[in-house]
């Protein structure tokens, strides 16, 4: 029989460290999977983050371990279950994130684990896969060397050096704060569960006393100016992902959009444009209801997403509704997802039309039960043609091609430039009809984007557009007036979208120090907020005449800046108003995961 010489063999915590390193690596394949098929990205998707969180985990592990060899054996029975719990829950939450693109949360697993008929429907099919195979099998490897480090008997001396172990949590877990080279806005993809179920600053609650003082606040003060202009047709057109990174004109970097920046050259656009959200439904927040999409308690777990943004500011719709102005919604995404048609139903749409209308039919469908954008404008076009009511109307058209995983709806092309040029081709084509039509004699199309779109953002984005590169979109306008017109100067954002369309449509509209009007009499607000989507707890400040952003951090009665403006009167406003307007909010229940469940038909 042959045996190595001792200096080299590997003892018990070598190779513990070697089969959990084995276990960093299928996650870090999978991570770079998940958000490979998420962004289409066909180069590396930068997410080493993952291996840097993952990091910390192999230095709890270690601590563990460390602490169990140097503790009597009661307690090193207590300490080594401990670490093989982490480990587990490690492999636990790489499952499901494998099956369902969502991360594990303690508190669903202590909810659903008890359900074992449904649970084992789940996870027997996943087990016998390739990847499941090789995750328990990691995991069982990794557990023995586990248990064999943390129970060998030592004597005194030897257990008084295991506790250098506990050196390697610090330096290990330092390795997430190194830059990463990219932000993605699913950041929780390639953070470990650990952190990810670490409370978020957002599901920290007020204090009863500080909440209600809150909502007992006044509402900013506003100035109201009557318009002079006759009430016109308007289409507010959003297009989804549509990013400053994807126009020459607008960025610099990419040239996915050429019809797009034709017609801000024709006509006119925003000088500098911020999306209120990182998503489509706070982009459609802050578009139609003209508020700030801020997460109130447990909104990121939650399916209600549109609780608490229930009517517009201004009266709206209303106001539109007293002049006989029908609100019409036209997409060609599925608006049974996340309740959208009943929110657009409530807000006071007259008129809400989907994928499902038989103009449709026969068509190939991409995500979302999409038949294309090309077939969504052709849609609108024969409304105009054919159903059009007289008289002016503000329509709302929301396109999903452009959504990751960006398919094409019958084409075998996929990807995010494919499916922006797609996206831009047919825009071209439909302004073209509108022109055609000769609608801009005396309607306007305001065309921008629901958010930056849901992909990594890398070091030459950030130098180009600054700090506020995740919060910046396109917004172009079309009309008579706006053609061959320089830009509007200034900083703008979705929730001024509410006073500008209701002073072109000749009603009166009011604007404060947190909400402007780029159309007819423009006036900026003086502060702009962004809920960042890669940094979940922290909100983008944008202050007029300020170069760069501020950043704050939510956490209940402890929100606070982490970069602050010199100006204290701006730093108290700003905190004020976020802290009201999250007040106004409620609660939601942490649902996500058991409509997920429901979803798939697992449970009931």
């Known amino acids: 029989m042959v045996t190595l010489p001792a200096r080299l063999r590997l003892g018990p915590t070598a190779l513990l460290v070697l089969s959990f390193a084995a276990c960093m690596g299928l996650r870090w394949q999978l991570t770079v999977a998940q958000l490979a098929q998420a962004t289409a990205c066909t180069r ?3 997410v080493w983050g993952a291996i840097a969180y993952d990091a910390g985990v192999l230095g709890v592990l270690l601590a563990l371990v460390g602490l169990a060899r140097a503790s009597p054996p009661w307690l090193r029975w207590l300490l080594t279950v401990c670490a093989v719990a982490v480990l587990w829950l490690y492999a636990v939450d790489m499952a499901v994130y494998d099956l369902f693109s969502f991360r594990l949360r303690i508190a669903d697993l202590l909810k659903y684990a008890g359900d074992f008929s449904s649970n084992a429907t789940v996870a027997l099919p996943y087990l016998a896969r390739g990847r499941g195979v090789l995750l328990v099998a990691l995991t069982l490897l990794t557990s023995v060397f586990l248990v064999y480090a943390a129970k060998r008997a030592l004597t005194s001396k030897q257990r008084k050096r295991a ?10 877990w330092v390795f997430r704060y190194l830059p990463q080279g990219a932000e993605y806005v699913h950041q929780d993809g390639y953070q470990d569960y650990l952190s990810s179920n670490l409370q978020s600053g957002t599901d920290a609650p007020f204090s009863a006393a500080l909440r209600t003082r809150l909502q007992n606040a006044p509402a900013p003060a506003q100035t109201c100016t009557p318009s002079a202009r006759k009430a016109r047709p308007v289409i507010l057109l959003v297009v989804e992902s549509l990013s400053l990174h994807h126009s020459q004109k607008f960025a610099g970097l990419k040239d996915y959009t050429p019809a797009l920046d034709r017609i801000a050259s ?5 000088e500098s444009f911020y999306a209120n959200g990182f998503t489509t439904d706070g982009g459609l927040i802050a578009l139609l209801t003209g508020h700030v999409p801020f997460p109130q308690v447990n909104r990121y777990q939650s399916t209600n997403t549109f609780a608490g943004y229930d ?3 201004q009266d ?9 102005v029908p609100a019409l919604y036209f997409t060609s995404a599925d608006l049974n997802f996340l309740g959208t048609r009943g929110w657009l139903k409530n807000l006071g749409f007259s008129y809400i039309e989907g994928p499902e209308h038989p103009a449709y039919a026969g068509l190939p469908r991409g995500s979302f039960d999409d038949p294309g954008d090309a077939a969504l404008y052709r849609r609108l076009l024969q409304w105009l043609d054919r159903e059009r009511p007289a008289g002016p109307f503000f329509a709302v058209v929301q396109t999903i091609t452009t959504h990751p995983p960006f398919t094409i709806p019958g084409s075998t092309q996929h990807g995010e430039e ?5 996206a831009d081709a047919a825009l071209g084509e439909f302004v073209a ?3 055609a039509r000769h609608f801009f004699d005396d309607g306007l199309l305001f065309i921008t984007g629901d958010h930056r779109s849901m992909t990594l953002l890398d070091a030459q984005e950030k130098a180009r557009l600054g700090p506020a590169a995740p919060a910046r979109v396109p917004a172009v306008v079309v009309s008579a007036e706006h053609r061959g017109q320089p830009p509007v100067a200034g900083q703008w954002q979705q929730a001024d979208a509410i006073p500008s369309f209701l002073a072109t449509m000749g009603l009166s509209s009011c604007t404060s120090a947190f909400q402007g009007r780029f159309l007819e009499q423009p006036v900026q607000a003086r502060f702009i907020f962004h809920p960042l989507g890669t940094q979940r707890g922290q909100v983008l400040v944008k202050i007029k005449d300020q170069e760069s952003p501020f950043f704050a951090r939510l956490a209940g009665d402890d929100t606070a800046w982490i970069t602050a403006p010199s100006d204290t009167q701006d730093a108290q406003a700003a905190l004020q108003e976020i802290n009201r307007q999250r007040a106004l909010l409620p609660d939601l229940e942490a649902n996500a995961a058991r409509e997920l469940l429901r979803f798939h038909q697992w449970i009931p």
């Open 44 to 46: 590396d998707c930068l």
């Open 163 to 172: 506790l250098v172990y506990l050196s390697a949590l610090p330096i290990l």
């Open 266 to 270: 024709e006509y006119s656009y925003l």
């Open 311 to 313: 009517k517009a500011q």
């Open 316 to 324: 709206f719709f209303a106001a539109l509704a007293r002049q006989q």
């Open 418 to 422: 494919a499916a922006l040029r797609y």
């Open 433 to 435: 009809q509108l022109q």
